[in-house]
Each structure stands twice: as structure tokens, then as C-alpha cells.
């Protein structure tokens, strides 16, 4: 009889783990956003998909924070990260650190998801704008205390 080697669930997935971190240890997909969640954590989860497959992905905090649009469901990306097992659940996955929406730039992506939130809000509906003053009694600006904007600012006033 041959032997044969018996492998615990542990040991097979850890060894799954590492030959996946190891082939797959940077890949590009593009797909759809799906079952985005935010928990308090400031993970992000979602599963990205195609029309016959999907994958599970993680995207942790730190690269969270430097997305420079809002997720959303639906939205089509094209995404860096790598794979790797989840070995609670012997799932695999993958973990993005970059993404950016397929077809629009992240700036203008962001920019009309800032607009569409401040519409939300009512902010640009005309019942709340305010006549600015014939003669304003205070002036703010914001800017370096030795900026060219301060000097032209005291230029004029004076």
C-alpha cells in the first residue's frame, strides 16, 4: 500500500493561502460593484463581478482613505490588489489597494457625487440663498498671512 498524506482543513488552506499570495500577488480586475458595507471599522467590503462570475473583495483602511470617489453599487471599476484566502471560511478573496471608476475620471466622479449630495441637501435651491449686502461689514478670507490673496485684499480696501 502507498502512504498517503493526510492534511488537517487548517493545513490545506494555509497552503492554499500561500500559493495564491505567492501567484497572485498582484492583479487587475475590472467589474461592478456589489453588496458594498462600510462597518465602523473603515474596511470596506463589497464583491465585484462580471456577468458570470464574482469574487469577494476587502479593501482595508488605509486604502480606503485614499480613494478620492464614493463607492457605490453598480459602479464599474478597474481595481488593483492581490489574492488571498480568508481561512476562517476557506474563501478566497481579494484585497484592493487601488481603485478608480471605469469610463470617468475619479475628480469628476467625486465632484458629481459632492453635487449630488448638496442638492440632496437642499443647498442650491433658490428659497435658501441670501442677497449678498450693498455694503459688507465683514470680510473673510482664507489664505497664507504672507499669500499674495492678504496683500490684495489690503490694497483694495485701502
Known amino acids: 500500500m502507498t502512504s498517503r498524506q493526510v492534511l488537517t482543513v487548517s493545513e490545506l488552506t494555509a497552503m492554499v493561502r500561500a500559493s495564491l499570495e505567492t501567484d497572485f500577488a498582484e492583479v487587475w480586475l475590472e467589474g461592478e460593484i456589489s453588496n458594498l458595507r462600510a462597518p465602523g471599522s473603515g474596511h470596506l467590503y463589497c464583491t465585484l463581478k462580471d456577468q458570470t462570475s464574482q469574487i469577494r473583495a476587502v479593501i482595508f483602511r488605509s486604502a480606503a ?3 478620492r470617489f464614493g463607492l457605490e453599487e453598480g459602479l464599474q471599476v478597474v481595481a488593483k490588489g492581490r489574492l488571498s484566502v480568508y481561512e476562517p471560511r476557506g474563501e478566497y478573496q481579494v484585497i484592493l489597494d487601488y481603485l478608480e471608476p471605469k469610463g470617468r475620471g475619479a475628480l469628476q466622479l467625486a465632484f458629481e457625487q459632492l ?26 478670507i482664507v489664505t497664507s498671512p504672507t499669500g499674495a490673496a492678504v496683500r490684495d485684499l489690503i490694497t483694495v480696501l485701502r
Open 65 to 67: 482613505v485614499r480613494l
Open 115 to 140: 453635487k449630488r449630495r448638496l442638492e440632496d441637501e437642499g443647498l442650491f435651491d433658490v428659497e435658501g440663498k441670501q442677497s449678498l449686502p450693498a455694503f459688507p461689514r465683514t470680510v473673510g
